[in-house]
Antibody
């Protein structure tokens, strides 16, 4: 399964930016699609964005399209989420998730998450 | 966007009994549906993918069924460790979408 360690969360003012990172280890990172999924306090799971193994296909939830950008660096075994124009409703625990396959086949392994709080 | 509607929101079941959670897709997700279990303070865990296939290490009391727009997760002979929140999810196309969750609680 490997290990996924998220970082970059914190307290940020509305309208500002934040960049999340996810360091992967223990598996061949370039062989898998990756995703960001979030969970607001006391709420359900929301898929945020996903990226195929070779970055050839990227998808976003409607509520972040145009504000967030997902990317990956296979040479550094790392996944990123650039979050711009943050809103209070973006406050959540953000999980980095490894897919079962190179494209989308089920969210197989989840990190422990990093907390993002958007507040003035 | 495919909207996934789960029911019920809460399910009260006695240990040893069966729990059935339903998920309806607003349009066909073919067989590309997964189920996840989440316990308090923990990250979700993949239970089922491809509608019917158990993930590694998942006991056979967990089973999935369905196709197209109607899907079901069945937990037979509920154990104490099975009381948790369960989510369905479609991955047939972007954006991936989750159901709202079902809390399985002790009756």
């Amino acid at each position: 399964e490997g290990q996924l360690v998220e970082s970059g969360g914190g307290l940020v003012q509305p309208g500002r930016s934040l960049r999340l990172s996810c360091a992967a280890s223990g598996f061949t990172f370039e062989d898998y699609a990756m995703h960001w999924v979030r969970q607001a306090p006391g709420k359900g799971l929301e898929w945020v964005a996903g990226i195929f193994w070779n970055s050839n296909s990227i998808g976003y939830a409607d509520f972040v399209r145009g504000r967030f950008t997902i990317s990956r660096d296979n040479a550094k075994n790392s996944l990123y989420l650039q979050m711009n124009s943050l809103r209070a409703e973006d406050t959540a625990l953000y999980y980095c998730v490894k897919d079962r396959g190179q494209q989308t086949a089920g969210l197989y392994y989840w990190g422990q998450g990093t907390v993002v709080t958007v507040s003035s | 966007e495919i909207v996934m509607t789960q029911s019920p929101t809460t399910l009260s079941v006695s240990p040893g009994e069966r729990a059935t959670v339903s998920c309806r897709a607003s349009q066909s997700a073919r067989g590309d549906v997964a189920w996840y279990q989440q316990k308090p303070g923990q990250a979700p865990r993949l239970l089922i993918y491809g509608t019917i296939t158990r993930a590694t290490g998942i006991p056979p009391r967990f089973s999935g069924s369905g196709f197209g727009t109607e899907f079901t997760l069945t937990i037979s002979n509920l154990q104490s460790e099975d009381f948790a929140v369960y989510y369905c999810q479609q991955y047939n196309n972007w954006p991936l979408t989750f159901g709202g969750g079902t809390k399985v609680e002790i009756k």
